[in-house]
Nanobody, 122 residues
Framework: QVQLVESGGGLVQPGGSLRLSCAASGFTLDYYAIGWFRQAPGKEREGVSCISSSDGSTYYADSVKGRFTISRDNAKNTVYLQMNSLKPEDTAVYYC???????????????WGQGTQVTVSS
């Protein structure tokens, strides 16, 4: 069964850190670009970060540059999102997704996780 499972979310104070994990089963992440997306209540889903499969290139939304770091461990079939200096506006459900054609397509993201809640509040 093909599956992506996110973990690592939770409640953190402003300025704190969390590390999200995206673990794959039923397929190998090596051949997929992995993106992190988030959706806050009442807002549209937005792309946060992505790491390519080919050369490990990374991409970040302007809102998280310098604070978030994406990485992959192909041996563990897992991608991570290290989130530092968290702000209340980072509060959202975070999803990871896999795209065989790259971070920006042209094809769609084939597989999606169920999401993990991140809440930044004092």
């Amino acid at each position: 069964q093909v599956q992506l499972v996110e973990s690592g979310g939770g409640l953190v104070q402003p300025g704190g850190s969390l590390r999200l994990s995206c673990a794959a089963s039923g397929f190998t992440l090596d051949y997929y670009a992995i993106g992190w997306f988030r959706q806050a209540p009442g807002k549209e889903r937005e792309g946060v970060s992505c790491i390519s499969s080919s050369d490990g290139s990374t991409y970040y939304a302007d809102s998280v540059k310098g604070r978030f770091t994406i990485s992959r461990d192909n041996a563990k079939n897992t991608v991570y999102l290290q989130m530092n200096s968290l702000k209340p506006e980072d509060t959202a459900v975070y999803y990871c997704a896999a795209n065989p054609s790259g971070c920006s397509g042209p094809g769609p993201y084939d597989y999606w996780g169920q999401g993990t809640q991140v809440t930044v509040s004092s």
